[in-house]
C-alpha cells in the first residue's frame, strides 16, 4: 500500500510524505523525500516563468501535484527520490526527467518546431 500527502505552502513549495508498507512483514519502509530546486530556461538563456512541474503518477489512484517556475524561472519541490518530474509550457516540448537522487535539476526548454 502506497499513501501520499501533500501539503502546499504559501511559497508554493509542495510537501509530499510517503511511505511503503509491506503486508508480509507488517513494517513501514520509509520512501527518502528530497528538496529539489533548479531554474528553467530557453535555448537563449532566459528565466522562463510559469513552467508546470508535476512529478510523474505511478498508479492513477495517487494524487496528482506540482509547482510553477516564479519569474525568475526558479522552483523548488519535496518530493520521493526516485520519482520522474514532467516539465511542461505552452509553445515549448516537454521533458521528463528522472531525479536519480539529485538535489539540482536546471532545465532548458525548447520551443515547439512548427
Keep these: 500500500m502506497l499513501t501520499i500527502c501533500a501539503t502546499v505552502s504559501s511559497s508554493n513549495v509542495i510537501t509530499a510524505a510517503n511511505s511503503k508498507q509491506d503486508p508480509e512483514k507488517g513494517k513501514k519502509e520509509k520512501v527518502k523525500n528530497i528538496r529539489i ?20 503518477r505511478v498508479s492513477e489512484s495517487e494524487p496528482l501535484f506540482g509547482v510553477e517556475t516564479n519569474k525568475e524561472g526558479k522552483y523548488n519541490i519535496f518530493i520521493n527520490s526516485d520519482r520522474t518530474l514532467l516539465f511542461s509550457l505552452s509553445g515549448y516540448e ?20 512548427k
Design 37 to 56: 530546486s533548479g531554474i528553467v530556461t530557453d535555448e537563449q538563456g532566459n528565466c522562463l516563468k510559469g513552467v508546470i512541474i508535476i512529478f510523474v
Design 94 to 113: 516537454s521533458q521528463k526527467i528522472e531525479i536519480k537522487g539529485r538535489d539540482e535539476i536546471d532545465i532548458v526548454m525548447k520551443k515547439l518546431k
